[in-house]
């Protein structure tokens, strides 16, 4: 019961008007409720104080014949100038941006300050009506009933705030008309209690319906504003937040943080469990996240697996390093999804404003640098922004703007790496490996072009030329010879790549069964339902498949019995250390087992010594691939390469 009541006077002097009955709501709504109550108070405040230190003179003027006419001056004096104070403050309030959100504690502020001023009101029949002349009287009992209303139009939203101005007020008009036992002042007692009755009634409805009227702004603005999965605010809310901040900024000094975050394991929540699970996954990680702020605060969901925040009135950057390790220590406990425990893990970038930026476009540019050097330093990483930060960015960006036109100024080429047959002992075939020998730079790593064209979807551009120029190299060499090509996971989203296929065997009058498309395990996952359809359509047409990385993923035993793999291949990390590590080596044999009884043929990749091979060659490993056989070549290199006698006489059991 105490905790009952000590809940229900929180609410009632929080201003929340469900303890009246009226429309309950989450803290959340009811803050944004207690920001629009509290900026209407701000709007009629100037005129309230000014109207106060007007009543205050006027009434000092009223008894200045009054035995006590000292008290009355004093009494003016100290109100007016309270008034005014509070007056000026309140013009100063209202220049800021309206906040989003108010709490509890500034609507308690708010209620005393009116209880205050009702009482310094309330002393004014009680100490001055008896003594005062006949049109003193007349101007106290005037000035009563004109505060009485205004402050009733004044908190006309708040109810306890308007009993608090209003209660003091009357009850020091009930102890002096109780002084007299006249019955004209019986009279105007009933109606003082008739009138005070229509005033709070009046406040009581309009609060009600003000309330209500929020409430269904705020759930119409969040059909706009709100992540409809995560039920954060999106990317909409979140820029507006951001420009209210820049305004603060501009109007007040107001410093503000901008922290950036993204997950850096969900690609691995949808491989594993599929896209059903990672958005449960989604729902928990902002669950989780919106706890680690404070509660006028709002992470946001500003894209499929990034989060933002704008932390608001920043004392020091220790405070958003606070709040950024808050977010990383979240995901100490394993997520459960589908029944399986996962532990996933965040990394965070931070904007000090103004110090990185002023302006939003530098702000989010800047953001999202720090953020790429976190994730890069590893998961779990938190990074302020640094002026290398931004070189880094703007030379990404340029890395990508001259990728786009790498084709047109025929920059991108393919090398060749072989395959040897063991049984054989002949090169079977090559896959086809893209560099970019840009013009500047020089040789560009695929792991730092690849990324980029898979996040500017420039991939489906290159991976069509890819296609195109190996099928058109593989028919200048002979007929038992295939090229490998690899595909990402963006190209499989692309609902032509099947026909791109056929059109390019077509145009290069290359049987399918030469051509071999690679997928990586943790690709063929994250996109299992589209990718199914698009390679059986592959086997049909006749083309063959391969899994490459075979080993560094999750399910691959599944799915070598669901999906038509005409070969495996053994990820280089096993073919390393199997010489070394006895469980390497029972992988690399087990492995070869199961093939064969699936009837799935078994290529080795990063094969760099002579032993390796000798190894390979004794449990029936079906073929090999790494710098032992040869390092990746020029296509005009490759016809040399396959007319060589050596190789055969070298690699003979």
């Not at 007692?189 to 309330?211: C, K, Q």
Request: glycine fraction near 6%.
């Amino acid at each position: 019961m105490r905790i009952q009541l000590t809940n229900y006077f929180a609410r009632l002097f929080a201003g929340d008007l469900s303890a009246f009955g009226g429309p309950a709501t989450d803290e959340t709504v009811a803050g944004h409720i207690r920001a629009e109550q509290m900026s209407l108070v701000l709007g009629y405040s100037v005129g309230i104080m000014l109207a106060n230190a007007c009543n205050a003179t006027v009434l000092a003027i009223a008894l200045w014949q009054s035995p006590d006419r000292t008290f009355a001056a004093i009494w003016a004096i100290i109100v007016a100038s309270a008034a005014i104070a509070f007056g000026v403050q309140s013009h100063g309030s209202r220049r800021i941006t309206k906040p989003q959100f108010v709490s509890r504690r500034a609507i308690h502020r708010l209620v005393r300050n009116a209880f205050v001023l009702g009482i310094a009101w309330g002393i004014v029949p009680v100490a001055f009506f008896a003594d005062a002349s006949t049109g003193g009287q007349l101007v106290i009992t005037c000035l009563c009933s004109g505060m009485l209303a205004g402050g009733a139009l004044a908190f006309a939203t708040i109810p306890i705030a308007a009993i608090a101005f209003t209660a003091p007020i009357f009850v020091g008009i009930a102890i002096c008309l109780g002084r007299n036992g006249d019955l004209a002042f019986l009279l105007i007692a009933f109606l003082v209690v008739v009138y005070g009755s229509v005033l709070l009634r009046g406040v009581f409805v309009n609060s009600f319906n003000f309330a209500r009227r929020v409430i269904r702004q705020i759930e119409a603005e969040r059909t706009v504003r709100q992540d409809p999965l995560t039920h954060l605010p999106n990317r909409v809310a979140f820029n507006e937040t951001l420009d209210a901040a820049l305004r603060r900024l501009a109007l007040s000094g107001e410093e503000f943080a901008v922290l950036l975050l993204d997950l850096d394991r969900f690609k691995e929540v949808n491989d594993r469990f599929g896209h059903p699970a990672g958005d449960e996954f989604l729902v928990q990680v902002a669950s989780r996240l919106q706890r680690c702020t404070r509660a006028a605060e709002h992470v946001a969901r500003i894209g499929g697996d990034e989060f933002a925040l704008v932390m608001a009135n920043l004392t020091r950057p220790e405070d958003a390093l606070e709040i950024a390790e808050r977010f990383v220590a979240a995901f100490t406990e394993p997520f459960l999804i589908e029944g399986c425990e996962f532990v996933g893990a965040t990394s965070v970038g931070i904007v000090l404003v103004p110090r990185d930026g002023n302006t939003a476009l530098d702000i989010m540019k800047n953001a999202d640098a720090a953020l790429y050097r976190a994730k890069k330093a590893g998961p779990g990483t938190v990074r302020f922004f640094e002026e290398a930060d931004d070189k880094v960015s703007r030379d990404r960006k340029a890395l990508q703007a001259d990728l786009a036109g790498a084709i047109a100024r025929d920059e991108l080429f393919l090398v060749f790496q072989p395959f040897l047959d063991l049984d054989e002992n002949r090169i079977t075939g090559f896959e086809a490996l893209l560099r970019w020998q840009h013009s500047s730079r020089g040789l560009v790593p695929p792991s730092e072009f690849i990324p980029i064209a898979e996040e500017t979807g420039l991939i489906h551009e290159i991976g069509e030329w890819v296609i195109r120029r190996a099928c058109a190299t593989l028919k200048e060499w002979p007929e038992d010879i295939r090229v490998a090509v690899n595909f990402s996971a963006a190209q499989f989203q692309n609902t032509g790549i099947l026909q791109t296929i056929v059109q390019a065997l077509a145009d290069a009058k290359v049987a399918p069964r030469r051509l071999e498309i690679e997928i990586t395990e943790s690709m063929l996952l994250s996109k299992y339902s589209s990718a199914a359809s698009i390679l059986n359509a592959l086997l049909e047409l006749g083309a063959t498949v391969a899994l490459d990385d075979f080993g560094t993923g999750f399910s691959s035993l599944t799915y070598l019995r669901k999906l038509p793999f005409s070969r495996i291949k053994i990820d280089q990390s096993f073919i390393r250390d199997m010489l070394v590590q006895p469980d390497c080596a029972a992988i690399v044999k087990s492995v070869v087992s199961l093939a064969r009884d699936l009837n799935i043929e078994v290529v080795a990749e990063g094969v760099e010594t002579a032993d390796q091979l000798d190894y390979l060659r004794q449990i029936a490993c079906d073929e090999v691939q790494g710098y032992l056989i040869g390092r990746p070549v020029s296509a005009d290199a490759v016809r040399a390469l396959l007319d060589t006698k050596k190789l055969r006489a070298i690699f003979a059991a």
